[in-house]
């Protein structure tokens, strides 16, 4: 089972500013990496998809990058909405799918 | 646009059943495959299972295989989660999935979400 870490566990940061999230997988798992958003009392919401393709209707400030185990998640200048746990998960080897363990971005 | 309503959760003792629902509407629901993934309270989330379009391909976790059974219902856009041998640590809000991707080519993942529904497992 491929086991996937995300850094830091909490990420405090100004409105406006720039968020980098990092997420690490156990093993190459090529591009096969989606970030999903969840807000307190919602459910999940996929942001990124191949690591770096946008879901439909996601803002252009949300990005993702990487390949092979090391992978980012940036949010280029935070919005208030954008205050939430963020999860990342592989797909190249499955099952099962495994997802990290969250960071949650707050207000600074 | 895509609505996934799940209902069926609710307090049960451990050793005890449960049957969860998930009602799909806004696509055409034996188009994809489905998954359910659960989220013990404030934890992270964990995959339970998947199942393929015709129903003829299923996995689990190994946290509740054996004791888990997810099927489909095409017919009435309708996707199922029994539980049975329930324990404390199964307690948790289960969500249903509608998987996006290409899943025969090995490369698929959750897309849309329902709100979940919630099972407590407590004596």
């Known amino acids: 089972e491929i086991v996937m870490t995300q850094s830091p566990a909490t990420l405090s940061v100004s409105p406006g500013e720039r968020a980098t999230l990092s997420c690490r997988a156990s093993?190459?798992?090529?591009?096969?990496l989606a970030w999903y958003q969840q807000k307190p009392g919602q459910a999940p919401r996929l942001l990124i998809y191949?690591?770096?393709t946008r879901a439909t209707g996601i803002p252009a400030r949300f990005s993702g990058s990487g390949s092979g185990t090391e992978f980012t998640l940036t949010i280029s200048s935070l919005q208030s909405e954008d205050f939430a746990v963020y999860y990342c998960?592989?797909?190249?080897?499955?099952?099962?799918?495994?997802f990290g363990q969250g960071t949650k971005v707050e207000i600074k | 646009q895509v609505q996934l309503v799940e209902s069926g959760g609710g307090l049960v003792k451990p050793g005890g059943s449960l049957r969860l629902s998930c009602e799909a509407s806004?696509?055409?629901?034996?188009?994809?495959?489905m998954s359910w993934i659960r989220q013990a309270p404030g934890k992270g989330l964990e995959w339970v299972s998947y199942?393929?379009?015709?129903?003829?391909?299923?996995n689990y976790a190994d946290a509740v295989k054996g004791r888990f059974t997810i099927s489909r219902d095409n017919a009435k856009n309708s996707l199922f989660l029994q539980m049975n041998s329930l324990r404390v640590e199964d307690t948790a809000l289960y969500y249903c999935?509608?998987?996006?991707?290409?899943?025969?080519?090995?490369?698929?993942?959750?897309?849309?979400w329902g709100q979940g529904t919630l099972v407590t497992v407590t004596s």
């Open positions: 998960q592989q797909y190249n080897n499955w099952p099962p799918w495994t």
């Open positions: 806004g696509y055409t629901f034996s188009d994809y495959y």
């Open positions: 093993q190459s798992i090529s591009s096969n």
């Open positions: 199942i393929d379009r015709s129903s003829d391909y299923t």
């Open positions: 191949g690591a770096s």
């Open positions: 999935a509608r998987v996006s991707g290409y899943c025969s080519g090995g490369s698929c993942y959750p897309g849309e």
